[in-house]
């Protein structure tokens, strides 16, 4: 590694320190190192020019020769703006500034050639060009033009302050100036030689100044293969090595628990999907290596009998099992349906939650220790310091993606040795992204409904059809169906949202008036013993509507509820859709579920819509959700990290993710220790790795 990479930014020469200062708020950058990572998010032709009548509306990057006949300022809010009209032989156009105005009324001259360029927007008519870059025409025509002129990413606060995308070049130049250019290889010659990549040099310099277009596809391919591979090295190797050093408590035995279960109590036949997903999980149990292993299954899959069948396995060798939910009307739900199992095995089972009082309390936690409870369920008051086991064996966490890392790593520390973990997830993660967030869990994958499972129907009303949709819902309660009937509630929002709930709980009540017709309500500001109480009403079929918010989300089980009617649907987001829609289809009735929203939708709104209405399969549910939100908003990948990528788009380059993992196994699989000279550079990268925080830190 060049020692010069780490020298902070404000010693590159046309830095100083104000640049520096706002390039280390704005971009993250501290170091030459830092800099060099900052890789364009696109490249641009600057040797076309377009003419004004040729302009799109579509917000593309132009460059356009003309001069400036007027300037105005514009009163507006707060400030003033300064507007210039530009025109050139085919039409007039308009160049805005909100700051600077002063230096850019000295600077510019009225009937001079200049070249603009920037994004264009269309607004009242006419197009403009907010803070172009702008360039003498006689000065431009002296600069060397590449067809393939990098646009690094950028921020307001940045352009605004004079650092252009044009200053980011030149900088960009002085780096490699004053680097010479060489940088420390960071893959090993095989696979620079198997998979013909160019070297580490030659791509950091045709990513910044390509070349031509075939250096730049090959600069940007190695260095995304390069991030792409440093990641799941990374995951494999901690996976690999929680496999060997980890000891886990091997259950060797299946026992009475389990095969008294299996024999005598089982309520249904196990299907395909889920008798091969306990096989992996009584692999993994049985051998010395503690579990990690993720249970993915689309909602009504059936995870909780597989999850509750691993328990008895752990029961069976003596250990302790405890089940953690996101909410505590999950956690009670769990608790319930286990409860009726355990007590036909004998099993002692309590649950622990926010409400449960001190004196329980008590009892549970000594219960606890000496190893009299086997089975705790609850919600995060599991994690609690004080929740001490006795030798918990197994820990299962239900809707993985509402917990974060810390909280999975917490339950880790439990015991002497680390229990077994296995984690469930109802949001179907596309298998790409798996591999990245949880790329150092095992999966598992239920892909198969219980038998006999009608699919919903699943419909889109506008609000004015909205006594239609009453009338509907009134057929189906005289058919002794149940409904739901649920409100957005989105934190920012809160108080609005509150106010809608009771507005849509109000006018519920009038259309469906008792003493004919009885409505619960549940919603996050109630207390957990009222909120129990409105849930229990309803699981016994003593109300027929249940109005609530996304509290309900995970997991609730009513199989006798048919309808779910979800309002403003378009608020919600695809995998919540997809969820709350869960809630109805669990009995044998045809379930429906109806998206009720206003009349004006954006594209993204419609799309999420349609795709609800067309398919149920909560993996291509969750394909389409990745493209339209991108992989940082996709719930759990927040925590995760390892999606600051840089270069590679974890969508989009999908294939080269699977080189990577693929590469990556496969030098493990031969030099676990990666100890041999082939895999120096290797080795030198991934210990590079561990002291900085973004893998990017460690390159050159
Ligand atoms: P999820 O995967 O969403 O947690 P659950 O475990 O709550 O799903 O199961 C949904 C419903 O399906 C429950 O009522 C459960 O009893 C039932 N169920 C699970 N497995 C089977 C099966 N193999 N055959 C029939 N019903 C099943
Ligand atoms: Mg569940």
């Known amino acids: 590694m060049s020692a010069k990479l780490q020298t902070p930014i404000d010693y590159l020469k046309g830095v100083g320190p104000n640049r520096a200062d706002l390039l280390r708020k704005e971009l993250g950058i501290h170091t030459y190192q830092d800099l060099i990572n900052l890789f364009p998010n696109r490249y641009i032709d600057r040797t076309r020019y377009y003419k004004i009548n040729q302009l799109q509306r579509s917000n593309a990057d132009v460059q356009i020769i003309g001069k400036i006949t007027a300037f105005k300022e514009v009163a507006q809010k707060r400030g003033k703006r300064l507007v210039a009209t530009f025109q050139d032989d085919t039409g007039t156009m308009e160049l805005v500034w909100f700051r600077g105005?002063?230096?850019?009324?000295?600077?510019?001259?009225?009937?001079?050639?200049?070249?603009?360029?920037?994004?264009t927007n269309w607004f009242s008519g006419k197009f403009s060009m907010p803070h172009p870059d702008i360039e003498e025409l006689e000065v431009h025509k002296g600069n060397l033009r590449s067809a393939m002129q990098p646009i690094y990413p950028s921020t307001e606060k940045l352009s605004n302050r004079g650092i252009t995308n044009r200053v980011v070049s030149k900088i960009m130049q002085q780096l490699f100036l004053e680097t010479g250019k060489k940088f420390t290889e960071t893959l090993s010659e095989n696979l620079l030689a198997e998979l013909k990549l160019i070297s580490k040099s030659e791509a950091l310099f045709n990513v910044h100044f390509p070349m031509s277009p075939e250096l730049l596809s090959k600069a940007q391919f190695r260095l995304k293969f390069e991030e792409l591979f440093?990641?799941?090295?990374?995951?494999?190797?901690?996976?690999?090595?929680?496999?060997?050093?980890?000891?886990?408590?091997?259950?060797?035995?299946?026992?009475?628990?389990?095969?008294?279960?299996?024999?005598?109590?089982?309520?249904?036949?196990?299907?395909?999907?889920?008798k091969r997903v306990l096989k992996e999980i009584r692999a993994d149990l049985g051998s010395n290596a503690q579990m990690n292993r993720l249970l993915q299954g689309d909602v009504g899959s059936g995870k909780t009998i597989v999850a509750f069948m691993s328990m008895l396995i752990a029961l069976d060798n003596g250990f302790q099992a405890c089940l953690m939910a996101p909410t505590e009307i999950l956690s009670v739900q769990h608790y319930n349906g286990l409860l009726e199992l355990c007590n036909k095995l004998n099993i002692r089972i309590k649950k622990l939650t926010g409400s449960t009082k001190t004196s329980e309390r008590k009892e549970i936690h000594e219960s606890l220790e000496n190893g009299d409870l086997q089975v705790l369920v609850g919600t995060h008051a599991l994690l609690e310091d004080k929740v001490k086991f006795k030798n918990l064996g197994l820990a299962i966490i239900d809707e993985q993606h509402r917990f974060g890392v810390a909280q999975r790593s917490k339950l880790w520390k439990k015991n002497t040795s680390p229990p077994h973990i296995l984690v469930m997830t109802a949001t179907p993660i596309p298998r790409t992204l798996a591999m990245s967030v949880y790329g150092d869990l095992d999966i598992s994958i239920i892909d198969e409904l219980p038998p006999g499972r009608q699919s919903i129907k699943t419909v889109h009303r506008y609000d004015k059809n909205r006594l239609n949709v009453f009338k509907f819902i009134r057929d189906e309660i005289a058919k002794g169906r149940q409904i739901y009937?649920?409100?957005?509630?989105?934190?920012?929002?809160?108080?609005?949202?509150?106010?809608?709930?009771?507005?849509?709980?109000?006018?519920?009540?009038?259309?469906?008036?008792?003493?004919?017709?009885?409505?619960?309500?549940?919603?996050?500001k109630m207390k957990p013993a009222d909120k129990d109480y409105e849930m229990q009403r309803f699981i016994k079929g003593e109300t027929q509507i249940m109005v609530a918010t996304t509290v309900?989300?995970?997991?609730?089980?009513?199989?006798?509820?048919?309808?779910?009617?979800?309002?403003?649907?378009?608020r919600f987001g695809l995998s919540q859709l997809h969820q709350l829609r869960g809630r109805v289809g669990r009995g044998a009735e045809q379930s429906y579920c109806i998206l009720m929203t206003g009349h004006k939708l954006s594209n993204d709104s419609k799309t999420r819509l349609e795709t609800m209405a067309r398919t149920s399969d909560g993996f291509e549910i969750a394909e389409v959700d990745l493209r339209l939100r991108g992989p940082g908003d996709i719930m759990g990948t927040q925590q995760s990290g390892v999606l600051n990528l840089k270069i590679a788009d974890i969508i989009k380059d999908n294939d080269?993710?699977?080189?990577?993992?693929?590469?990556?196994?496969?030098?493990?699989?031969?030099?676990?220790?990666?100890?041999?000279?082939?895999?120096?550079?290797?080795?030198?990268?991934?210990?590079?790795?561990?002291?900085?925080?973004?893998?990017?830190?460690?390159?050159?």
């Open 656 to 700: 080269i993710l699977k080189l990577a993992r693929h590469h990556a196994k496969n030098i493990l699989k031969n030099d676990a220790t990666l100890s041999s000279i082939d895999n120096k550079a290797i080795l030198d990268t991934y210990k590079s790795l561990g002291k900085y925080k973004n893998i990017w830190n460690y390159i050159s």
């Open 485 to 524: 009937i649920v409100y957005p509630l989105i934190q920012e929002n809160e108080k609005m949202d509150y106010k809608d709930l009771m507005d849509g709980y109000e006018s519920i009540a009038r259309d469906f008036p008792m003493p004919d017709y009885q409505i619960s309500i549940v919603h996050g």
């Open 552 to 570: 309900i989300e995970v997991g609730v089980n009513v199989p006798n509820a048919s309808v779910m009617i979800i309002e403003s649907a378009e």
């Open 101 to 119: 105005q002063k230096w850019i009324r000295d600077s510019l001259k009225l009937n001079k050639p200049y070249v603009i360029f920037g994004k």
């Open 230 to 274: 440093y990641i799941q090295l990374q995951l494999i190797i901690k996976n690999l090595t929680q496999k060997s050093k980890i000891k886990g408590f091997p259950f060797e035995k299946v026992g009475n628990y389990f095969n008294t279960f299996f024999k005598t109590h089982l309520p249904f036949e196990l299907t395909g999907a889920q």
